[in-house]
């Protein structure tokens, strides 16, 4: 599906993100220059992560040793153009690593750049990931953090989950060799980020259910953030065909939305099906709804056939921002007033701030899906959000 989609700064990325562009397959020349003066500003990556892991397994003393000439910030434009290359041919450039590089996650580590190298292999092989850099800034005189977004396919079940994971890596820098000597990644998703965590393993466990997702078109959206909860993400805009609706979890209005696109419009056209069906409510009550279908991507305004009928409307929804929580399960008016005041108690407490109302998002047919690898998603629009926290 188009999520990973990319699935998707000091110099931002394009926002597909997940397909790295062009470079020439010539390596370039490293050269080292006496180091900048690190100026104490403010931009130090805040994480709910314990991070004494970092201090653990720097390899560096972060005063500056008088015989140092490695330049950080030419490291951080390094990784921006490395980083990306993590999972394609090209691959990353190992000779900014030391031979003894320790690597940690909560679940993996090794401590040579063989090891270090083998992992990436492996993963590349089992998982099929696509890696999105959000950005990366130096945090300290000889330490680099970077966040990203990692979505992988994990291809030996019939059913291929996806597994999500966001997070920062904190990179130390060896003052000797100006190479990389050790790499710590950090989970948004888990709280015990050491190794082994067997939070970790069971964060890796639970994404390995069953969700049936119909191979259809669905809107691009960028995942920003996993949490232990729920997922931001970056949605681009989409056009509706919508109507009035009776409740959150209910099917009024379904038929007009539905013909419309089976070719109950002006120029009786067929437009294709796409998933997930939408209804969005607009008030606090949850009472207000329009049930919505998404037209597909290549369609535009112009393009569109006028509907029929007087109660349907054709619109564009501009994207954004939103807080989505998955769940399984037959969606009944209950479950889906639970999952959104659920989402919606998380999102004030970490701190972000929700807008009014919500969006149920059905992506099966419920006569011909079984409930429990039903896939079902409550989506609440953020008034802001940011990547540096």
């Not at 921006?80 to 993996?108: M, W």
């Not at 390995?208 to 191979?215: F, G, N, Q, S, V």
């Not at 998002?361 to 079984?370: E, H, I, K, L, V």
Request: net charge neutral.
């Amino acid at each position: 599906m188009a999520s990973t989609h990319a699935h998707q700064n000091l110099r931002p990325i394009a926002a597909s993100g997940l397909t790295s562009h062009q470079l020439s397959t010539t390596r370039p020349v490293r050269l080292y220059f006496p180091p900048r003066s690190f100026k104490s500003r403010s931009i130090a990556v805040k994480t709910n992560q314990n991070l004494k892991w970092a201090v653990r397994l720097s390899l560096v003393d972060q005063s500056s040793p008088p015989q140092s000439t490695v330049d950080v910030e030419w490291l951080v434009g390094f990784l921006y153009d490395d980083l990306p290359h993590l999972f394609d041919d090209q691959g990353i450039d190992r000779t900014a690593y030391d031979e003894q590089v320790k690597f940690r996650d909560p679940i993996t580590k090794h401590d040579t750049i063989s090891g270090y190298l083998f992992n990436i292999s492996m993963l590349k092989m089992v998982f099929r990931p696509a890696f999105q850099l959000h950005w990366v800034k130096q945090t300290g005189p000889y330490e680099i953090t970077t966040r990203w977004t990692m979505v992988m396919k994990f291809m030996p079940l019939p059913w291929k989950p996806e597994l999500v994971f966001t997070g920062t890596s904190v990179m130390g820098i060896n003052p000797e060799t100006g190479k990389f000597c050790s790499h710590l990644d950090l989970w948004d998703s888990i709280k015990n980020n050491d190794y082994f965590s067997l939070e970790g393993f069971l964060d890796v466990l639970k994404q390995l259910r069953i969700y049936k997702t119909p191979d259809l078109e669905t809107p691009k959206y960028q995942i920003l953030k996993r949490t232990a909860n729920y997922e931001v993400r970056r949605y681009s805009p989409f056009i509706v065909v919508e109507t009035n609706g009776d409740k959150l979890s209910g099917s009024t209005g379904f038929n007009d939305v539905a013909g419309y696109i089976f070719g109950k419009n002006s120029e009786t056209e067929k437009i294709p099906m796409t998933t997930p069906v939408f209804t969005q409510a607009y008030d606090n009550e949850l009472k207000k709804v329009s049930i919505q279908i998404v037209l597909p991507q290549d369609k535009d305004m112009s393009s569109l056939p006028d509907p029929n009928q007087e109660t349907l409307d054709l619109r564009k929804v501009e994207g954004g921002i939103a807080a989505v929580l998955k769940f399984s399960g037959k969606p009944t008016e209950d479950i889906v007033r639970e999952k959104e005041k659920e989402l919606r108690t998380s999102l004030i407490r970490d701190g972000l701030r929700p807008k009014i109302g919500c969006l149920l998002a059905r992506y099966n047919d419920p006569g011909q899906t079984w409930s429990f690898i039903m896939r079902n998603e409550v989506l609440i629009w953020l008034e802001e959000f940011s990547l540096d926290s």
